[in-house]
DNA sequence: GCGTCCAGGTCTACC
DNA sequence: GGTAGACCTGGACGC
């Protein structure tokens, strides 16, 4: 779809703010679709917000202490003076403008294993994925299969059924909707894109959310944490590591993966049985860091490769 | 080359 | 209520 319309938009997050460790972090986590384009300091992206395609080119206009994020958007339509507000807004809690991280930072100094990891990635924010069936379907191609595999069935899913978005002479595919995704067929998903039993859930998922059985991600972040993840747990093929990750309140989504990383960070050892070693490794997790668990496990995650080189040298785990 | 195992979970039948 | 086994697929590994 080509988007020949475009508005300008100035966010002034709050700092410390690093734009570009906000935007295209260092494991490689997108931020609104896996098949955007990140050249020479911009990201061209797009997201659908409430059914509406938008493309999206970002910048930085300032620095990790006082940030800008110079934010060009493009829509297939002319938008009204009241639809481009509300797409400031909505972007602009998706980006974490409004986020302080200053008592994260307090415990994080603290920490023995955080302290390593604020330092790396000074500014780095959380954002929001695009929308709540983006999440339902990243969290399900993530089960059950190696990373590698996980990003060809989420590529070929997007090129597949994805909208395209067309502005500045780029194509972004997106997401699709669970409009689209429920008018196919279980079958086609699974032999198209190789998804296997995953396929089930993606189509199962999708007429679930376009039945409206389940609240947009806004009304999601309004419930309590217990009450948002009751809420995901209800979809099917959503346990409790992919609520986690769904959820816009976030958990500590341990998987047999991370289980192994934070065991070695919190007992020094690899645990012997993985499967059972998530609950001890979770527990362990949101006992040490309760509600900064979730921007704990993020900020690890995201410096694995200079966490690993420091911890061998000086680290002693509590 | 071929067979087996298992991976960044979840569901369900069975006890 | 707790738990073993099944579920798609493909890469790694042993033979």
Known sequence: MKLNHSFNVYLRPKAPYSFELTVRKPAGWPLFTPLEIFQKGTLWTALHLDNLLLGLRLSSGGTVSKPQIVLSVFSGESLSPAQKLEIQKILGAKLSVENDLTDFYRLAEKDPILKHSVQDL??????????????????????????????????????????????????????????????????????????????????????????????AFSELKQLSFEEAKNRLLKLPGIGDYSADIISPHRGFPIDVWSADIFSQLFYGAKPGATRTAIEQVKAEGIRRWGKWSWMAFFYTVQDLENLSRKLERDLRLF
């Open 122 to 215: 000074y500014g780095m924010n959380d954002t929001e994925l695009s929308h709540l069936y983006a999440a339902v379907c990243l969290s399900i191609l993530l089960q059950m299969a190696p990373l590698k595999r996980s990003q060809e069935m989420m590529e070929c899913f997007i090129r597949s059924y994805g909208e395209v978005a067309e502005f500045e002479g780029k194509r972004i595919p997106v997401w699709p909707t669970p409009e689209r995704v429920a008018n196919l067929s279980t079958a086609e998903l699974a032999q198209k894109c190789k998804l296997g039993y995953r396929a089930k859930y993606v189509f199962q998922c999708a007429r679930f959310l376009e039945q409206s059985s389940l609240p």
